[in-house]
């Protein structure tokens, strides 16, 4: 399965600011998928990011808050744009295609942890 | 809508204890289901699936059932050890247009009591 790095792996922010998340997947892949993972909760889609096309937002999510870029089939990044308190999530990177029978079984990055002030 | 959850949000477990995490769905169309371990500061991770013609299959210690008849499936874990403490998520893939949305269901907190 693919290996995916993401950085940073924590940050603090101040509110108000914005924070860009780097994905970076070993294989090509076409689609890579951002969760967020609130504080003690599971894991909800934001986006589908597919290259060479705009993102795919789930319902609660807008471009403008989650601007997504898929410059290349090994690469995406997320910001959190104008961040307030509500935005302190760990914010995950996937991509299909890992263990298991099925072609849409995820692999995770380690996640990158926002506090926000 | 369609959505996936758990009875129990937590359990503790005495090491060398089995332990046996739960899961409802809602959608009687779902046929592929899947269970993933995140344990802390890491992401999830795949540890087994089932498709909705078995009613069983087994891992390496750990076993899923599935019951499609009242939409419940449940993941063993034999012999559970101090490594086995982590958020447990059953998940489902969805399609929608032309990939697979996964939902993840709320998750089990699982500790092992030494």
């Known amino acids: 399965s693919a290996v995916i790095s993401q950085k940073p792996s924590r940050d603090i922010c101040q509110r108000g600011t914005s924070l860009t998340i780097q994905c970076q997947v070993d294989?090509?892949?076409?689609?890579m998928f951002w969760y967020r993972q609130q504080p003690g909760q599971s894991l909800t889609l934001i986006a589908t990011?597919?290259?060479?096309?705009?993102?795919?937002?789930e319902s609660g999510f807008v471009i403008d808050k989650f601007p997504i870029s898929r410059p290349n089939l090994t690469f995406s990044t997320l910001t959190v744009s104008n961040m307030s308190p509500e935005d302190s999530s760990i914010y995950l990177c996937?991509?299909?295609?890992?263990?298991?029978?099925?072609?849409?079984?995820?692999?995770f990055g380690a996640g990158s942890r926002l506090t926000v002030l | 809508g369609e959505s996936v959850g758990l009875h129990l949000p937590t359990l503790s477990v005495q090491e060398g204890d089995n332990s046996i995490i739960n899961c409802a769905y809602s959608?009687?169309?779902?046929?592929?289901f899947i269970w993933y371990k995140q344990e802390s500061g890491k992401g999830p991770q795949f540890i087994i699936d089932?498709?909705?013609?078995?009613d069983k299959r087994q891992g390496q210690r750990v076993t899923v059932l599935l019951n499609k008849t009242v939409k419940h499936l449940s993941l063993q874990i034999a012999a559970t050890q101090p490594g086995d403490s982590a958020v447990y998520f059953c998940?489902?893939?969805?399609?929608?247009?032309?990939?697979?949305?996964?939902?993840f269901g709320p998750g089990t907190s699982l500790s092992v009591i030494p």
């Open positions: 996937s991509v299909a295609g890992g263990l298991g029978t099925g072609a849409n079984v995820l692999t």
């Open positions: 294989s090509q892949v076409t689609m």
């Open positions: 990011a597919n290259q060479g096309s705009e993102a795919t937002y």
């Open positions: 959608n009687s169309a779902s046929d592929y």
């Open positions: 089932i498709r909705s013609n078995m």
């Open positions: 998940a489902e893939p969805t399609m929608k247009t032309s990939y697979d949305k996964v939902i």
